[in-house]
Each structure stands twice: as C-alpha cells, then as structure tokens.
C-alpha cells in the first residue's frame, strides 16, 4: 500500500489567529489540499486554542465527509477529558495520542508508555469502542512499537523530528536508521506505520523507501511553507510525488 499525505493544518489557524478575522480560511485551504489529492487532514486542537479551535474540528470533519468521503480526519492530542469528548462527539477515522504538556510548543517527545500503561489502555479501550483507530506516537525507538501493541494501539506515529531537524550527513544517517528500525518492529508487531515531524520533500523519499510498510506521512510545517511559494495544491502534489503517492 503507498504511502498517504495527510495535510496538518493547524498553521493555517495560527496565521488566522493573530488577527480577529476569518482569513486565511482553515475551511479554504483543507479543501484544496484536499482536492489535491491529500489523503486527508490532521488537527491538533490544544486546551488554549492557539491554532485549531474547537469550532473548527466539526468544520473539517463535515467538510471532508461530505465533499470528500473516503478522504480521513486525524485529530492528533493529549487524552484528557475535553479531548477525549471533542473526540467523540467528532468521530474522527484515527485519533493519534500525544503526551504533550497543555503549554508545549508542539509535539517533541513520544510516550513513556511504561510509564503510562494505564492511561494508554483506558483511552484506547474507549476509543475503540468508538470504532476510532488509535495510533500512538512513539521516539524511534525499536522497543516502542512492542510496548504500544501491548496496550492496544493500531499503529504508531514514529517522531521523526531529529532526523528532520539533522545539520549533518552523520547525525542524519544516525536518525535515520533509528527510525528505520522502529518501523520495521512494528511491522513485524502487526503494527500500523505513520511518520511526522520536521518532514520535507527533501527527505521524504529515502524514508519511503526504506519503510514500505509506511501507512501514512502527516505533515504541516513544510507544507505551510512551501505553499507560501507554490500554493497550496501545488505543494500538495509536490510531497505527493515525494512520498510515490502519484
């Protein structure tokens, strides 16, 4: 199975939020990206509401199950309560479980899942029950995928930021490896694989093709940036053709 672009747009509703104006439009630009042939879109709606809002979550899901049926909605986040009922009240296809500090910048760490083995299980147990696929996000690690099948996870979000953020060509290849056996245990686990962060058409391809059991890339920041130059369906096609999606 190729691997599929799942467009992160929460950049988008920060640009929007540092002006009481309904521009640019989550709404807009989800659907081009979309129309593009982006399999889908992520959102990642934290407590303070400095990017997605909560009134945006039914925006999107309505727009892609109703323009765009088949396409996915990935809502992304840590399982308190209030997310876990936007969640529900939402039905997204996967829900991916983040360990982020309500303040956090962005997501920079995976689970401690050892640590948090009660949690992970409550939560994946009522998100299943909610006929939600759940995907855990995890270091590269190669002992994660093992410890995320154990509390009932479907797949894991490997945390690809050092490899992204890598300055030279032997920390490179040092991350990139590591990710490379996180996911190749997590196939043999019978784990799904989905990979983010700090990911670019630059780096994308070698990724694919080391991992072909690579379900999905979600991807927002380089999008955000690179669709400053292209635009945005532009853009889309370009990390579609980097990650084989054609």
């Given amino acids: 199975m190729p691997c599929k672009l799942s467009?992160?747009?929460?950049?988008?509703?920060?640009?929007?939020?540092?002006?009481?104006?309904?521009?640019?439009?989550?709404?807009?630009?989800?659907?081009?990206?979309?129309?593009?042939?982006?399999?889908g879109l992520t959102v990642h709606p934290r407590p303070d509401e400095r990017h997605?809002?909560?009134?945006?979550?039914p925006v999107l899901r309505d727009l892609i199950r109703n323009e765009f049926p088949g396409r996915e909605y990935n809502i992304e986040g840590y399982p308190d309560e209030r997310?876990?009922?936007?969640?529900?009240?939402?039905?997204?296809?996967?829900?991916?479980?983040?360990?982020?500090?309500?303040?956090?910048?962005?997501?920079?760490?995976?689970?401690?899942?050892a640590g948090n083995r009660d949690l992970l299980v409550g939560v994946i147990e009522r998100l299943h029950a909610?006929?939600?696929?759940?995907?855990?996000?995890?270091?590269?690690?190669?002992?994660a995928p093992a410890l995320a099948k154990s509390v009932g996870a479907d797949r894991v979000e490997i945390y690809t930021g050092p490899y992204g953020g890598a300055l030279t060509d032997v920390g490179r290849k040092h991350e990139f490896d590591k990710v490379v056996a996180t996911g190749k245990v997590a196939a043999a686990a019978g784990l799904g694989l989905n990979a983010g962060h700090d990911l670019t058409r630059a780096n994308l391809p070698a990724l694919v093709a080391a991992l072909p059991n690579l379900l999905e890339v979600s991807i927002g920041h380089a999008i955000i940036a690179d669709a400053l130059t292209f635009g945005m369906a532009e853009t889309v096609r370009q990390f579609r053709a980097a990650i084989g999606d054609r």
């Fill in 130 to 143: 909610g006929k939600i696929r759940v995907s855990v996000f995890v270091d590269p690690d190669a002992n």
């Fill in 7 to 39: 467009v992160n747009v929460n950049a988008i509703a920060y640009l929007r939020n540092r002006r009481e104006v309904p521009w640019p439009s989550v709404e807009g630009l989800g659907r081009i990206a979309l129309a593009a042939g982006a399999a």
């Fill in 52 to 57: 997605i809002r909560g009134a945006d979550v």
């Fill in 83 to 113: 997310f876990l009922r936007l969640v529900e009240a939402n039905r997204p296809d996967q829900v991916t479980l983040v360990p982020d500090d309500p303040g956090q910048g962005t997501s920079d760490h995976g689970w401690d899942i």
